[in-house]
Every structure is written in C-alpha cells, then in structure tokens.
C-alpha cells in the first residue's frame, strides 16, 4: 500500500526549490501519494500541489499523512506535533538563499537533540525514512503535552534571545 507523504515548505517569501525537487525525486522513485504546499517555490513537476492551503485544509493534509515533511518554522512543527505526527524537518539553509539567517538550522538542531523532529539534511535521508515508514519499520506518530510546548517555547526563546546578542554586537 502506498503511503502519503505531506511536505509543506510554508509562508515565507524565499523560494525552497530543493525540498520540492526532493518531492519530485521521491514521487519518481516510489509509488508513495506525494503531496506538497509549494508556497512562492516553484511548482512540482512529478509530485502533486498547491501554492497554499488554508488551516483547515494543512490540518486535513497532515492527519492524512504518514510522513509530514516541514520546513524549519516553530508554528509549523508545533501544529504537526499536536496533530500527533513527529515531523520529518528540512532546516532552511541561508547559504544557498532559503533563509535571512541560520536560526531554522539552529532550531531544529535543538530540537532534533531533544528527540522532537526528525532533522534531514539530504534526499537520501528522506528517501530512507520513507521507506522504513512504508515497510513499517518506522512510525511517525507521537502525542502532544504541555511540557514538550513549554520546552519548545523556551527553547525558541532562547535561540531568539540569542540571536539578537549576536546582532547587538556586530553593531
């Protein structure tokens, strides 16, 4: 049976072309349903689509999934977590333009230390996850708690905290 995999890229106004290539890639290599929110990247050309989806229908995408593949962003991943799904994260790189800075890598690097996100770097990484789920090996339910918010809340403070020290110095 194939699996469902949901890749949202999110809102933001920098194009994330390489995880629509790897859902692309992915739809190509398996008989997986393939489903991305492109936002301003540029379409999927094997996948299937959309520029944007209203909360309900990410909401829908993600409970329908068995992989949900999620750019870097806080709200992003909370929303999956309390969805019941571990999401599969792709840290926007600034070097290659996806982001102003490097506070996703940061980010999810924390919270992938703390066993809350599974962070991959590279398409083979995906491709791995997406067959372990589809042979069954991996499953990427979890369940939502206060104290795992709480957590996140400070640790995204804390990155945020940090990175404003960082600036005042460089002045």
Sequence with gaps: MPIRVFITVGTDHHRFDRVVDWADALASSDDSDIFVQYGTSRPPSVAKGSDYLSYDGMCDAIQAANIVVSHGGPATIMQIRDLGKLPVVVARDPATGEHV???????????????????????????????????????????????????????????????????????
């Excluded at 372990?132 to 995204?156: I, P, S, Y």
């Design 101 to 171: 800075d490097d506070h996703q890598v940061k980010f999810v690097g924390r919270l992938a230390a703390a066993q809350k996100v599974l962070a991959v770097t590279t398409f083979e990484e995906l491709s791995t996850i997406s067959r372990a789920v589809a042979l069954g090996d991996l499953d990427l339910v979890t369940t939502a708690d206060d104290a795992r918010v709480d957590g996140v809340v400070q640790l995204v403070g804390d990155i945020i905290d940090a990175l404003v020290d960082v600036r005042r110095r460089n002045r």
